[in-house]
């Protein structure tokens, strides 16, 4: 079974920085599409950005872009989410998923996966 575990989330001010990373175990790494999304309370869950693993293409939602940045590390197996100018909006349990149906339309990332981590949580303080 797939395992994807997430950790760097933690409490920042706004405009601050924080780097997420999510380990895959026991699945096929190469030519996949990973993703992170995210959720805050009361709200339903929405993708923040995807990539994939073969080519290395990236993609964000209108809410992420030019703020996040998506990367992997192929040797490691492992996928990052560099979150910086955080804003007070941002703030939420943010997962992996993977291996994932990927998809942007109307500045939206939709994400479709077959396994999803546990989370880990980022507080955003004004």
């Known amino acids: 079974q797939v395992q994807l575990v997430e950790s760097g989330g933690g409490s920042v001010q706004a405009g601050g920085s924080l780097k997420l990373s999510c380990a895959a175990s026991?699945?096929?790494?190469?030519?996949?599409?990973m993703g992170w999304a995210r959720q805050a309370p009361g709200k339903e869950r929405e993708g923040v950005a995807f990539?994939?693993?073969?080519?290395?293409?990236?993609a964000y939602a209108d809410s992420a872009k030019g703020r996040f940045t998506i990367s992997q590390d192929n040797t490691e197996n492992t996928l990052y989410l560099q979150m910086n100018s955080l804003k007070p909006e941002d703030p939420a349990v943010y997962y992996c998923?993977?291996?994932?149906?990927?998809?942007?339309?109307?500045?939206?990332?939709?994400?479709?996966?077959?396994?999803w981590g546990q989370g880990t949580q980022v507080t955003v303080s004004s």
């Open positions: 998923a993977a291996p994932a149906i990927c998809l942007l339309y109307g500045g939206r990332v939709r994400l479709e996966g077959d396994y």
């Open positions: 026991r699945f096929t790494y190469a030519s996949s599409c």
């Open positions: 990539s994939y693993t073969g080519s290395g293409s990236t």
